[in-house]
């Protein structure tokens, strides 16, 4: 049984750091390309960034671009979403995903496996 979990959301004020945290049971994770998406109140989900099995490749929404950082420890079967400089724009459920294929990692549609979400708050 496959589960992602996410850890770390919570309630920071503009221009504040968090760091999300998905950790994946139940699949190879080294052969996964691991994204997080996330989908604000009214809004449809939407791509935030993902990242390869290697790690050696990464791709960013254009809105998140600079400020945010995806990366993965293998070893500890983990993804991470360190957000920099955060606005209240970036208020959202966040949630981690997994996909097989290495393609189109920005389409929900490529991803197999879903966490329950974490919620992140920027208060302005």
């Known amino acids: 049984q496959v589960q992602l979990v996410e850890s770390g959301g919570g309630l920071v004020q503009a221009g504040g750091s968090l760091r999300l945290s998905c950790a994946a049971s139940g699949l190879t994770f080294g052969s996964y390309t691991m994204g997080w998406f996330r989908q604000a109140p009214g809004k449809e989900r939407e791509f935030v960034a993902a990242?390869?099995?290697?790690?050696?490749?990464?791709l960013y929404a254009d809105s998140v671009k600079g400020r945010f950082t995806i990366s993965r420890d293998n070893a500890k079967n983990t993804v991470y979403l360190e957000m920099n400089k955060l606005k209240p724009d970036d208020t959202a459920v966040y949630y981690c995903?997994?996909?097989?294929?290495?393609?189109?990692?920005?389409?929900?549609?490529?991803?197999?496996?879903w966490g329950q979400g974490t919620q992140v708050t920027v208060s302005s």
């Open positions: 995903a997994a996909s097989r294929r290495l393609v189109e990692a920005d389409k929900r549609v490529v991803y197999d496996y």
């Open positions: 990242i390869r099995w290697s790690g050696g490749s990464t």
